[in-house]
C-alpha cells in the first residue's frame, strides 16, 4: 500500500486521502475512468491499459510533473496531477509567478452521483496544493467548453484571466490565490494533514 500524502476530513463525505499514483498497479482502474464517456475533456478516450500506463509513467519520470490517487474512506475516487505551469502545459503560453502550481483533476465515474461530491474532491485537491507553503496560486487551463468545471473553479475561488490557444484545446486560463480559495471554501475546507 502506497503512503499517503494528504489527507482531509469532509464532515459531510468522510475522510479524503491523496497518494502518490503506481502507473502500472494503477492502470486499469485509471483506463476505467479516463476513457468513460465523461471522462471526454481528459482527451484519451481512445487509449489503451498499456497507453495508459506509459502516459503516466512518462508523468513519473518528469521532473515538473506527477499524478496521484485520491481516495474517500479508503476507496480510489479520482485522479489529480500536479504539475510546474511554467514548464508543462503552459509553457510560454502565460507569465508565471513565484509558487504556481499547476492543476487538473479527474473524478471515477460513479453509478449513483453524490451530492457535493465533486465540489469535497477539488477543494481537497486545492487545500492539499495549498498545504505546501511555497504554493502560492494555483493555476488551470480547462477546455473552454467544459462549463461544468468553470463553474465548479469559480466555486472554490478561481478567477478566469483569459483564453489560451493550446495544440489539443482552446483553454480558459484560471489562477486561484491561498486567500481566494480560502474566502470562497471557509477555513474547515482546508483543514488536511500532510505526512
Not at 16 to 39: C, I, N
Not at 112 to 126: C, L
Not at 129 to 141: H, N, S
Request: one cysteine or more.
Amino acid at each position: 500500500m502506497t503512503e499517503t500524502v494528504f489527507s482531509r476530513t469532509d464532515m459531510h463525505l468522510g475522510e479524503f486521502s491523496v497518494r502518490p499514483l503506481d502507473p502500472d498497479a494503477d492502470a486499469t482502474m485509471l483506463h476505467r475512468w479516463v476513457t468513460h464517456p465523461k471522462a471526454t475533456f481528459w482527451m484519451m478516450q481512445d487509449a489503451d491499459v498499456a497507453e495508459v500506463a506509459r502516459a503516466y509513467r512518462e508523468i513519473a519520470a518528469h521532473p515538473h510533473h506527477d499524478a496521484f490517487v485520491g481516495l474517500l474512506d479508503g476507496r480510489p475516487v479520482f485522479l489529480a496531477e500536479r504539475y510546474d505551469p511554467a514548464q508543462v502545459e503552459l509553457v510560454g503560453l502565460y507569465e508565471p509567478e513565484e509558487g504556481d502550481v499547476g492543476m487538473h483533476f479527474l473524478c471515477a465515474p460513479a453509478d449513483t452521483p453524490v451530492h457535493g461530491f465533486t465540489r469535497g474532491v477539488i477543494t481537497t485537491v486545492m487545500a492539499w496544493l495549498f498545504a505546501d507553503p511555497a504554493t502560492r496560486r494555483v493555476v488551470v487551463e480547462p477546455d473552454v467548453r467544459n462549463t461544468a468545471v468553470h463553474a465548479l473553479n469559480a466555486a472554490v475561488g478561481f478567477e478566469t484571466v483569459r483564453t489560451v490557444e493550446k495544440p489539443e484545446k482552446e483553454a480558459l486560463l484560471s489562477v486561484c490565490t491561498r486567500d481566494r480559495f480560502l474566502h470562497a471554501s471557509g477555513p474547515a475546507a482546508t483543514r488536511g494533514v500532510s505526512a
